[in-house]
């Protein structure tokens, strides 16, 4: 597994967390994430993430470093659904 195939399964916990609760600790997982590849003197790819989510087919949502702006609670959401 690749570094950005990693870094793509916190930014996908986030997008895909169900709940407020579910998506702050994903976020912090994310978070952390980051910090420890900027601490081990790699930094994380974020323009990678937009493109990812682009050949995902999310061309059209809102988005910073692949992490979706418009993210709101949702408990009906499916773990692949967006």
């Known amino acids: 597994m690749t570094i950005h195939e990693k870094h793509m399964e916190y930014v996908d916990k986030v ?20 910090e420890g590849l900027r601490a081990a003197g790699v930094g994380p790819n974020l323009i990678a993430c937009d493109l990812t989510q ?5 061309d059209n949502r809102p988005m910073c470093c692949g992490v979706f702006n418009d993210w709101s609670p949702n408990p009906c959401r499916q773990d692949n659904e967006h």
């Open 54 to 58: 682009f050949e995902r087919g999310h």
């Open 15 to 34: 997008n895909n967390s169900k709940t407020q609760a579910e998506h702050w600790h994903a976020s912090g997982e994310l978070n952390g994430f980051r």
